[in-house]
């Protein structure tokens, strides 16, 4: 079973500059998420799909950032324009289905990051 | 006050020891606890997860949870270089909803 695709893995930019971020989720899972990790600190989650819905973004920086999930299958994460303190590893992830049992965990699969650093 | 409280390390063991690494909290509404393993430059992937109170074990990993304390544990029995890594803490008040993480701790296994 293939794993959770992201791309670029590196990307390099200017401050006040757009950058944009892809992700395929494992087929089949209908969540997916976006989590900023900085250095040193855990993922923090800034948005979270289910099929092609957007389920939370409370802590979606909205004045810059923006995040679409077309067709319920891939998503793209956007910033625009991007500031120093944008520089993180952006994690994307997918899990089965939202929620199942008391006792059951949605497991959640992660991609390996797209390291962003804004100059 | 942070919901998820871990601390950062380094921790550095000599190869066969036991390690213990933990976290604390300060949701009561959380009944999922999680721990994830980091490589470099790689994302985090899934060890255990524990619902509510209790421990659980797998092969040489253990995890504990006191919801009393709002303590979680994670224990690695003869430790092993290739479990140098980043361990992080992660809990849910639902199944896979609103995941918050611990800051992780760099965990060093000396041959």
């Known amino acids: 079973e293939a794993g959770v695709a992201q791309s670029p893995r590196y990307k390099i930019i200017e401050k006040r500059q757009s950058v944009a971020f892809w992700c395929n989720p494992i087929?089949?899972?209908?969540?997916l998420y976006w989590y900023q990790q900085i250095l040193g600190q855990g993922p923090k989650l800034l948005i979270q799909f289910q099929n092609n819905g957007v389920v939370d973004d409370s802590q979606l920086p909205k004045d810059r950032f923006s995040a679409e999930r077309l067709k319920g299958v891939d998503s793209t994460l956007k910033i625009q324009p991007a500031k120093l303190e944008d520089s993180a590893v952006y994690l994307c992830?997918?899990?089965?289905?939202?929620?199942?049992?008391?006792?059951?965990?949605?497991?959640?699969?992660f991609g390996p990051g797209t390291r962003l650093t804004v100059l | 006050q942070k919901e998820v409280e871990q601390d950062p390390g380094p921790l550095s063991v000599p190869e066969g020891a036991i390690v213990s690494l933990n976290c604390t909290y300060s949701n009561s509404a959380f009944q999922y606890f999680m721990w994830y393993r980091q490589y470099s430059r790689k994302g985090p992937e899934l060890l255990m997860y524990?619902?509510?109170?209790g421990n659980k074990e797998d092969g040489r990993f253990t995890a504990q949870v006191d919801k009393s304390s709002k303590y979680i544990s994670l224990f690695i029995r003869d430790s092993q270089p290739s479990d140098s890594a980043t361990y992080l803490c992660a809990m849910t008040s639902t199944g896979g909803f609103k995941t918050i993480f611990g800051a992780g701790t760099r965990l060093f296994v000396k041959a």
């Open positions: 087929s089949g899972h209908a969540t």
């Open positions: 992830a997918s899990s089965l289905v939202v929620a199942g049992g008391p006792r059951s965990y949605n497991e959640q699969f």
């Open positions: 524990t619902y509510s109170s």
